[in-house]
């Protein structure tokens, strides 16, 4: 069964940059076919999907991000990470990591599997 | 794109069943059929329950079942238990500039 954890800082300072990483056990992290995203939610507020990342290292992001996101991937920790520039307070939420299928035969389009998310407060 | 839309809750006596809809345009929930169900239980990681409209992952009760009619795809919960108590929410394929949206989330309350 394949697990995803979120983890890095619970407190970021206005402008600075937020960093997460999301450790991922049971399953392979380069194999082809699936997406590995981060989706987050502010408080009171719905989701809203940040970006994505390939086993080849594509990348896909939120145009609304405006270019502050950047995801990228370390194949040999079985890891993905978020980085998040020049944050404010309106980018307080939970922040999930997740997997969504691709196309291909027999994967789910759909977000598959999820961390269980961690609290970023921009303060 | 917006959000799609949820209503923010629903409930039903056990052994009854609720629906929920999504509705987004045909930019969205109408222009593919890419549409999944999750249930969030609190402090707990979203589950899959939905993909594809209507296709149930191994070990999800066939008590949920999806559908969709134009813009608006829905989530029927049949035989309400005490947990499916939980917040479940929508995604949609929605193209290659943004490609998910979310709903807004409903709050199932099993009475």
């Known amino acids: 069964q394949l697990h995803l954890q979120e983890s890095g800082p619970g407190l970021v300072k206005p402008s600075e940059t937020l960093s997460l990483t999301c450790s991922v056990s049971?399953?392979?992290?380069?194999?082809?076919?699936?997406?590995w995203d981060w989706v987050r939610q502010a408080p009171g507020k719905g989701l809203e999907w940040i970006g994505n990342i390939d086993y080849s290292g594509q990348t896909q992001y939120n145009p609304s991000l405006k270019s502050r996101a950047t995801i990228s991937m370390d194949t040999s920790k079985s890891q993905f990470s978020l980085r998040l520039t020049s944050v404010t307070a309106a980018d307080t939420s939970i922040f999930y990591c997740?997997?969504?299928?691709?196309?291909?035969?027999?994967?789910?389009?759909?977000?598959?599997?999820w961390g269980r998310g961690t609290m970023v407060a921009v303060s | 794109q917006s959000a799609l839309t949820q209503p923010p809750s629903a409930s039903g006596s056990p052994g009854q069943s609720v629906t929920i809809s999504c509705t987004g345009t045909?930019?969205?929930?109408?222009?593919?059929?890419?549409v999944s169900w999750y249930q969030q239980h609190p402090g707990k990681a979203p589950k899959l329950m939905i993909f594809e409209v209507t296709k149930r992952p191994s070990g999800v009760p066939d008590r949920f079942s999806g559908s969709k009619s134009g813009n608006t795809a829905s989530l029927t919960v049949s035989g309400l238990q005490a947990d499916d108590e939980a917040d479940y929410f929508c995604s949609s394929y929605a193209g290659i500039e943004l490609p998910y949206v979310f709903g807004t989330g409903t709050t199932v309350t099993v009475l």
């Open positions: 049971g399953g392979s992290i380069s194999s082809g076919g699936y997406y």
């Open positions: 045909s930019s969205d929930v109408g222009g593919y059929d890419y």
């Open positions: 997740a997997r969504h299928g691709g196309p291909g035969a027999g994967i789910p389009r759909a977000f598959d599997f």
